[in-house]
């Protein structure tokens, strides 16, 4: 409240009652439990109760220091909306009988922890599926509740909510992607000022810049003009967790700024380009090193440790530094307290080498090869 102006800052009950004490002429009792001081000293506190409440309205009035609802109506009046939770996506294998067929909509779920009291997490299939000869069949779910909690690692869907005869077991192949949690204030706040502060006209970079990141579940945009040669741009996405969009936040993207791709004007783009709206396309970066631990140390944490790491650093560099650098991968192992060292490291195959991101790419981690 420091910066508001200082004649809000001085209302306190205090100094409102003592102005209106001053105000009473001298020779009238005016002390502790008089009946003046007992008459002003009710008025004294609702008036400082209004100074508050006018500070408050100050607040909410400038998007520096709104928040929720308030920083919504004041982001809106420049077209900038608050975008909403994205639902996490992936796929599961269902084993059973050759020929059963698991319906859309059928419910899937990862187990309750009942020591900890976290609930399940709750999935529906997309489409049918017919199990093949191999007894198997693999479908695309989507998470019931949209938000980053749909986001899991492969392996822990294997409940089946509403048991369907003939079908044995459930489970995801690879981690559910894609989710997001409603858009937080700071990230609403850094669009509205991106908007006002970095105007867009007529199509150029920046507006398919604001208009890729309007849409729910974009964490990272780079346009390519003319990627395709004249009247073409190419939109490259990544999701939250900068890694390349999933296959809704791509259509959802597209149908926003061009959905007929054959120059029209019928979404936010201009009638003229092409604009053709992707994914970033992943390059793997595989590490393997060997390390000299401390006594004690898990090996398995240590692993987890780099992963967490080495996938930090990269998310950093995600449509910002087209560098992979070495050197900065044997910093994430040194930061580490549970190394003493490390040989042999390599990067994708390579060491103490440079690893170059092109346009349209984002570094993500793969495989982590740890041995003593």
Not at 14 to 40: H, N
Not at 304 to 317: D, E, H, P, S
């Amino acid at each position: 409240m420091a910066d508001l102006p200082i004649f809000l800052q001085d209302q306190s009950e205090e100094k409102i009652m003592q102005r209106m004490l001053d105000r009473v002429p001298a020779d009238i009792d005016k002390s502790e439990g008089s009946f003046i001081w007992d008459a002003e000293a009710p008025v004294a506190f609702m008036l400082s109760e209004a100074a508050i409440w006018a500070q408050q309205v100050l607040q909410r009035g400038f998007a520096s220091s709104s928040f929720g609802e308030y920083l919504d109506l004041r982001t809106a009046e420049h077209g900038v909306v608050r975008r909403a939770a994205v639902a996490a996506t992936g796929l599961v294998r269902f084993k059973g009988t050759p020929g059963k067929i698991v319906p859309a909509g059928t419910i899937v779920a990862t187990p309750a922890d009942e020591v900890t009291g976290e609930a399940s997490t709750e999935y529906e299939t997309v489409a049918a599926v017919i199990l093949n000869e191999n007894s198997e069949g693999v479908v695309a779910v989507r998470a019931i509740v949209p938000g980053k909690t749909g986001t899991v690692p492969a392996g822990v869907i294997t409940v089946m909510s509403s048991p369907i005869n003939g079908v044995t077991a459930v489970t995801n192949l690879e981690e559910t992607r894609g989710g997001a949690d409603i858009e937080s204030d700071d990230s609403l706040l850094e669009r509205f000022y991106s908007q006002v502060r970095n105007q867009g006209t007529s199509g150029n970079k920046a507006q398919y810049l604001k208009w890729a990141g309007e849409v729910a579940g974009v964490g990272g945009v780079q346009v390519n003009p003319l990627w395709n040669g004249p009247g073409t741009v190419g939109i490259y996405l990544l999701d939250t967790e900068k890694r390349a969009a999933s296959a809704e936040i791509v259509a959802a993207a597209q149908q926003h700024i061009d959905p007929s791709q054959d120059g029209q004007g019928e979404g936010t783009a201009p009638a003229g380009p092409i604009v053709s709206v992707q994914p970033a396309q992943e390059v793997h970066i595989n590490i393997s090193v060997k390390l000299t631990l401390v006594s004690g140390a898990s090996l398995a944490d240590v692993e987890a440790l780099i992963f967490n790491g080495v996938k930090g650093y990269l998310k950093q560099l995600a449509f910002v530094d087209p560098f992979v650098r070495f050197t900065r991968i044997a910093a994430v192992l040194l930061d580490i307290p549970a190394i003493i060292d490390y040989s042999d490291l390599t990067v994708n195959g390579k060491a103490d080498s440079v690893t170059e991101i092109h346009p349209g790419q984002v570094a993500v981690l793969g495989t982590v090869d740890i041995h003593e």
